[in-house]
């Protein structure tokens, strides 16, 4: 029995072997998962603030009238998104399954689109270039599991 030791291409943790892509593609799994789930739920238990927030910021602009819709189906996305993200890096790392990663990410990309949608049509540059570094990561992140 191995508690820890290191090939070239893996990772030996009590005779379970993991390949340093897949811990590659679970680490930025569970990272986005945090991210997304935490911002989906402060959504959910700030609901009444969230939407102040989000209908002054459209006030002025063609989305006006859809901000409820669209706090819903951004925080639904993003709690989805969340929860296959973590739930997919334990399928990855421990059942070599990258469906339920890739979905999360799937859904973590279309989110954070939608995200940057709004800021940029409510002329929020600055809260959009904060946007980018997560797309990137998530975009690394399907790479990844398309190399498993």
């Excluded at 925080?75 to 998104?81: D, N, V």
């Amino acid at each position: 029995m191995s508690l820890l030791s290191f090939t070239e291409e893996s990772l030996v943790f009590f005779d379970n072997e993991f390949s340093y892509i897949s811990i590659i593609g679970a680490s930025i799994s569970v990272f986005l998962g945090i991210v997304m789930t935490q911002s989906g739920f402060d959504k959910i238990f700030n609901w009444e603030g969230e939407l102040d927030f989000i209908t002054g910021k459209f006030a002025k602009t063609p989305l006006a009238n859809f901000s409820a819709f669209g706090l819903i189906q951004v925080t639904i996305f993003e709690i989805l998104s969340g929860v296959l993200s973590i739930f997919g890096s334990i399928m990855a790392l421990f059942y070599n399954d990258y469906s339920y990663g890739i979905m999360g990410l799937i859904l973590a990309a279309s989110s954070l689109a939608i995200l940057m949608l709004g800021q940029r049509i409510s002329k929020d540059y600055e809260g959009a270039a904060v946007l980018v570094p997560y797309y990137i990561l998530t975009m690394f992140g399907l790479f990844v599991y398309t190399q498993l």
